[in-house]
Structure formats: structure tokens, C-alpha cells
């Protein structure tokens, strides 16, 4: 049997994105970075970057969250705590022709925080903020205002859709949406999430009703709350559940 010699396969690269998703404002949001170098100078794109020759996927996400947001990443089984993220990954990308450089396989993360701080550009992002996901989804591009709307770099639109959807899909069935509230929070609070990320309104009485009667999925922390104005309302903490039985069904549209 004739040696293995590397030099007979092509040369690739690997690559982490990050669909990071947040709260904003009562809107599903997503951090977008405008590109700083080539290709796509000046184009908006997910955060990300190559793999180091010392990582492993999963900490090559991690710096990359750190570097962009400056959160820790929790553990992808676990609902995530006060200042931090769930990590979870999304999906892989390699088509051949998705990078202009070189063949590049994109293995792509998804993030999901409480309601976050402006974020910070870092790495080749000559700028970052967080916009509503619908705006850099538009099938006629997306660009701030005064700019000219164009497509999300690389296929980055492709990796932001999957990232909503399995978001979407996600929270019906397991306790994920609490990864978007704080450590404490409201049935309101975790309602608007709901509705934010799937894009509906819901009845409040229902869905206090559902997430209430759902075992392990909330607990009461024994404190209330005005920060929504009105009468205190009761705090609850995530649940030990990551599968909802039954589930929280997204309602048809």
C-alpha cells in the first residue's frame, strides 16, 4: 500500500459563523458585522472566522462569541445563566464555490443571550450592531439607512435563516426560550420572547395557563416584580425540564 501523501488532496479551510439572536426592543434580533477586509469589504456578514490550527469547533465558536460580544458560552444542554450564552451547533456549510478565496467548509454556531449591550466590532468587522432579523433577511439586501441594500456576504443569509427557524422550531418543544430572559423573570417577559421570536401575538391567559401547568418548565422564585409597571408580578426561574411535555405549539399564521 502506497504512503498517504497530503499534497495529492486540495488544500481547505474550516470556519465558524455565528448566528447570535437576541431580544431587542420586543423584535427577534441578530448581530451583523460589516466587513473590514476583502472579499465582501464594506458588505454585512454573520461574526466569525477560521478555525486555529490548536481549537476544536466548539472553541473556536466560543472565542469568536467572546471576541464579538464578549459573552462566555454555556453549556449547549443547559439553559443559559446571567451574563452569558447558549452555544449550540447549528449546521455545515460547504458548497464549493461559498468563498472566493478558497474552498472554505463553514461550521456554523447558533447563540442565544437575554436582551444585550451594543455590541463590539473585533477581528476584520469594521462595525457591528444588532438589526431585526426580518430587515437582513429582505430579498432585496439589507444596509443601514442612507446605504444601498445589498445581499449578506459569503451565504450568510442561507446560515441566518436555518439559525431563526431552528430557533423557531426549538423553543416549542424544549425550554430554550428561557436562554433569551434573565435569570429571573416574568410570564409576560417570557411571553413577549414568544411572540418576538415567532413573530405572533398570544393570548396572555393561555400562555401563563401553559407555562405555568407544563412540569419542570418554570419555577417560582418567591419575588415579585413592577419593572413592567402595574401590580408586582410574580418571578420565576428556568426549570430543570429541556423537553416540554406538552409542547408549546407556534401557532398557524
Aim: charged share 25%.
Amino acid at each position: 500500500m502506497s504512503p498517504y501523501d497530503p499534497s495529492a488532496f486540495p488544500p481547505f479551510a474550516v470556519t465558524v459563523d455565528l448566528v447570535v439572536l437576541t431580544v431587542r426592543r420586543h423584535a427577534l434580533c441578530a448581530l451583523a458585522v460589516r466587513r473590514g477586509e476583502s472579499p465582501f469589504q464594506g458588505r454585512w456578514a454573520l461574526p466569525g472566522g477560521f478555525v486555529r490550527d490548536d481549537e476544536d469547533l466548539t472553541a473556536a465558536a466560543a472565542r469568536e462569541l467572546s471576541e464579538e460580544t464578549g459573552l462566555h458560552a454555556h453549556d449547549p444542554d443547559a439553559p443559559a445563566q446571567d451574563h452569558g450564552a447558549h452555544l449550540e451547533q447549528l449546521a455545515t456549510y460547504g458548497d464549493p464555490g461559498r468563498d472566493p478565496r478558497m474552498r472554505v467548509v463553514s461550521v456554523a454556531h447558533l447563540a442565544l443571550a437575554p436582551d444585550l449591550p451594543a455590541p463590539r466590532a473585533g477581528g476584520d468587522a469594521h462595525s457591528a450592531r444588532w438589526a431585526p432579523v426580518e430587515a437582513l433577511l429582505n430579498r432585496s439586501g439589507y444596509g443601514r439607512e442612507g446605504e444601498q441594500a445589498e445581499p449578506l456576504a459569503f451565504d450568510h443569509a442561507r446560515i441566518l435563516a436555518d439559525g431563526v427557524e431552528r430557533a423557531r422550531s426549538k423553543i416549542e418543544y424544549s425550554s430554550l426560550a428561557t436562554a433569551f430572559c434573565p435569570p429571573e423573570f416574568t410570564v409576560g417577559e417570557l411571553r413577549r420572547v414568544y411572540e418576538a421570536v415567532w413573530g405572533v401575538a398570544l393570548d396572555p391567559r393561555n400562555f401563563h395557563r401553559k407555562v405555568t401547568g407544563t412540569p419542570g418548565f418554570l419555577v417560582p422564585t418567591g419575588g415579585t416584580t413592577t419593572r413592567q409597571g402595574g401590580r408586582p408580578a410574580q418571578l420565576f426561574r428556568a426549570g430543570g425540564a429541556t423537553l416540554l411535555n406538552p409542547p408549546m405549539l407556534r401557532p398557524e399564521v
